[in-house]
Each structure stands twice: as structure tokens, then as C-alpha cells.
Nanobody, 124 residues
Framework: QVQLVESGGGLVQPGGSLRLSCAAS????????IAWFRQAPGKERERVTC????????VYADSVKGRSTISRDNATNTLYLQMNSLQPEDTAVYYC?????????????????WGQGTQVTVSS
């Protein structure tokens, strides 16, 4: 069964850091484009960052560029998101996803390729 399980979220003060993890099973992360999304209450789900292809290239949303790093460990089939200098605007549920990337556009796979998310709350 395809499964993605996010972890690593929590409560952090502004300026703090978190490392989110996404453990995949039932498929290989290395066979897909992969991404992190986030969704704040009342807002649409937003793509934070992705790895479009197997060469290890990365793409970041302007909102997190320069302070976040996406990485993938194929040996453990785990996706990571390191987030630094966190601000209250980063508060959201963070989701990992596997899909495809064509023409600078990320296309999520079916709903089984979404995790349940991990809550990140940035507050003083």
C-alpha cells in the first residue's frame, strides 16, 4: 500500500528551526518528483518546495527561499524539509507528496500519494 507519513512538526518560537520528515512506503520516492506543501487555516494548499527530477535539482517558493532545504534519502525512502528562521506566517499543516514535474509545473499524483500532514506552529 502506498503511504506517506509526515513527522517533525511542533511549536516553535519565531526564528527557530524544524526538520520535517516524510517516510514513504509502498513505492520509491526516487521514482517520482516529490514536494512539500502547506496549508494554513482558510487558505489554499501551497507548494513550498519540490525536487522535480532525479538529478537532485530543487525548486523553492519565494516565501521560503533561502531559509528552507528539501532533501531526499533514497536509502531510507525518506523526504526531509529543513526550515530555518521560522515566522508566524509559516504556521500551517505541512504535507509531503509524490507526483510529476513538467514544464515548470508540479502535478500531484492520486490522493494516496498525500500524507496526513504534520502541524507547524510558529508563535511567541
Amino acid at each position: 500500500q502506498v503511504q506517506l507519513v509526515e513527522s517533525g512538526g511542533g511549536l516553535v518560537q519565531p526564528g527557530g528551526s524544524l526538520r520535517l520528515s516524510c517516510a514513504a512506503s509502498g513505492f520509491a520516492l526516487g521514482d517520482h518528483a516529490i514536494a512539500w506543501f502547506r496549508q494554513a487555516p482558510g487558505k489554499e494548499r501551497e507548494r513550498v518546495t519540490c525536487i522535480p527530477s532525479g538529478d537532485g535539482s530543487t525548486v523553492y517558493a519565494d516565501s521560503v527561499k533561502g531559509r528552507s532545504t528539501i532533501s531526499r534519502d533514497n536509502a531510507t525512502n525518506t523526504l526531509y524539509l529543513q526550515m530555518n528562521s521560522l515566522q508566524p506566517e509559516d504556521t500551517a499543516v505541512y504535507y509531503c507528496n509524490a507526483g510529476a514535474y513538467y514544464g515548470s509545473t508540479y502535478y500531484p499524483a492520486g490522493y494516496d500519494y498525500w500524507g496526513q500532514g504534520t502541524q507547524v506552529t510558529v508563535s511567541s
